[in-house]
């Protein structure tokens, strides 16, 4: 009988014990897992230079003879900008940073004709020339590991079928929508 009273003190005082215990090990869990190596950041912020907190973007120079090319990409650009990375779009004055592009080709070209020759899908593509320069003028986009003093060139194109109420406007607003996602992917540091 004494036997079996000391077994289940024993059992109760394991049980209270083991209960007491699991907190504490689940948050010892927690923590680890949270932390990790620390190294490693949150957030979009650790994909991107933490140098640089302010950029400047001057509207986008077009070789091309359309006009408000320059205007709208810039505007893409820049909400891109605002939208995917933690930089803030100031004047030239305060910026960290310069981004700079230039429209070097924009072109349509007829993918698929109809049996009397008009056009029933039709590409556009636009090519741009890319530098972004800290304030002494070393560049922050780097495509290989040699590092280079000019720009890099992103192209990009879409297709639009007039038939279907498409328009050139529209496939290029959508290059352009294509061409500041790619841009701003550029931004990016490398893994």
């Avoid at 986008?60 to 995917?84: D, H, M, N, P, Y």
């Avoid at 879409?158 to 498409?166: I, L």
Wanted: a negative charge.
């Amino acid at each position: 009988m004494l036997i079996k009273r000391e077994t289940r003190r024993v059992e109760r005082e394991s049980r209270h014990m083991a209960s007491g215990a699991r907190p504490a090990v689940l948050l010892f869990l927690c923590i680890v897992s949270l932390t990790g190596c620390t190294g490693y950041q949150l957030g979009n912020s650790s994909q991107f230079r933490p140098d640089i907190r302010t950029i400047h973007v001057p509207i986008v120079q077009s070789e091309s003879f359309r006009r408000g090319l320059g205007e709208r990409l810039t505007e893409a650009i820049v909400k891109e900008i605002e939208l995917r990375t933690p930089y803030k779009v100031v004047d030239a004055a305060q910026a960290d940073s310069t981004f700079q592009a230039r429209i070097v080709d924009e072109h349509k070209r007829v993918i698929a004709e109809n049996q009397f020759d008009e056009a029933r899908d039709i590409e556009t593509a636009m090519i741009v020339e890319v530098s972004w320069l800290d304030r002494q003028g070393q560049q922050l986009i780097q495509r290989t590991e040699i590092p280079i003093d000019e720009g890099i060139y992103i192209t990009q194109s879409a297709s639009f079928v007039p038939e279907g109420g498409q328009s050139l406007v529209t496939a290029q607003q959508e290059v352009m929508q294509k061409l500041a996602s790619q841009i701003v992917a550029q931004m990016e540091l490398p893994w």
